[in-house]
């Protein structure tokens, strides 16, 4: 297993300056025949051969000595990171479909919160919320859990939501956006930060099911990006509605950077798993990244910001 050095101040220095610029691509890299061996790995989309050293500028796994000791099996399919700020510092948020969700510093990687959801309920994503909780999407386990994370604990409070694959954090609105099936719901979260509340707000229902990846349009603030399994949607969150349609088909994660360009992973023939492939593509302007050996799930633009 890797283990991770305290970056220098330099190398933190850098960390953060391209944050903020949400210049780099973090992908989820899987490997299905050997947990220790998956990672996540913040890529340069600048760097044209992603099989070289410069084009990886991170990378993350949970072990013993960075604070995750008695959690290392719950990894191994790794299904989402973000990038947010909590306390005036850089955090990263993970989950992995084998049950871990945790919650670490950036970009030295030690552990500040962690549970095993359970791998029979599948996480899918997870968000950090203003108040320090963390919310996860089960997909398997049909639900939406607010963890008290705030508290350093593990109790939750749950919204059921069949086949839920997908939470987003809309600050403009405060709201908590999950996605499952055909439905697209913005959450209240009231009550205190031990005493959470989850109150339904607005719903929509998608043209088409089996809702997959849901980030913002980091160029409009308005929009989400929003996957199924035959379409890509752009919402508008003051609207309530689909306002555009793509015709693309198994998407499994959806993204776009500060100017507009696109993040897009889909299965490849080949990779190991119906879900995988060794390259994210990219569109306005169009251009692959071909990592030899990996079997991507999701890539996300690393930025720590909401929309």
């Known amino acids: 297993m890797a283990v991770l050095l305290t970056p220098s101040p330099a190398e933190a220095a850098e960390a953060a300056e391209a944050a903020e610029a949400g210049r780099l691509v973090a992908i989820t890299d899987q490997d299905y025949d050997n947990a220790s061996a998956a990672r996540i790995r913040l890529m340069d989309p600048a760097v044209a051969n992603w099989n070289t050293p410069g084009a990886q500028r991170w990378t993350w796994s949970p072990t013993s000595s960075n604070g995750f000791s008695g959690l290392t099996s719950a990894w191994g399919l790794p299904s989402d990171v973000k990038l947010r700020m909590?306390?005036?510092?850089?955090?990263?948020?993970?989950?992995?479909?084998?049950?871990?969700?945790?919650?670490?510093?950036?970009?030295?990687g030690r552990r500040l919160w962690a549970t095993n959801v359970g791998s029979a309920n599948n996480p899918h994503s997870i968000e950090l919320l203003p108040d320090g909780n963390?919310?996860?999407?089960?997909?398997?386990?049909?639900?939406?859990?607010?963890?008290l994370a705030s508290q350093g604990s593990s109790a939750y409070l749950t919204y059921p939501l069949p086949d839920a694959h997908g939470v987003q954090w809309d600050p403009a609105r405060q709201l908590l956006w999950v996605l499952g099936g055909s439905k697209l719901a913005g959450l209240k979260i009231t009550g205190t930060p031990a005493n959470p509340v989850i109150t339904e707000g607005p719903v929509i229902t998608l043209p088409t099911g089996s809702g997959h990846d849901l980030t913002p349009v980091l160029e409009n603030h308005d929009l989400l990006w929003v996957s199924t399994g035959s379409k890509v949607y752009q919402v508008s969150k003051s609207a309530a509605a689909v306002v555009a349609t793509f015709d693309q088909a198994g998407i499994k994660s959806i993204g776009s950077m500060p100017n507009a360009q696109q993040v897009r992973t889909s299965p490849k023939a080949g990779c190991r798993t119906t879900w995988c492939t060794d390259t994210v593509n990219f569109a306005v302007p169009a251009a692959t990244r071909t990592l030899g050996g990996a079997e991507i799930y999701k890539a996300h633009v690393w930025s720590s910001r909401y929309e």
């Open 86 to 108: 909590k306390g005036g510092a850089y955090v990263a948020l993970v989950t992995d479909s084998r049950g871990l969700a945790g919650l670490i510093s950036y970009p030295a």
């Open 134 to 147: 963390v919310a996860v999407a089960a997909s398997t386990g049909g639900f939406v859990r607010i963890y």
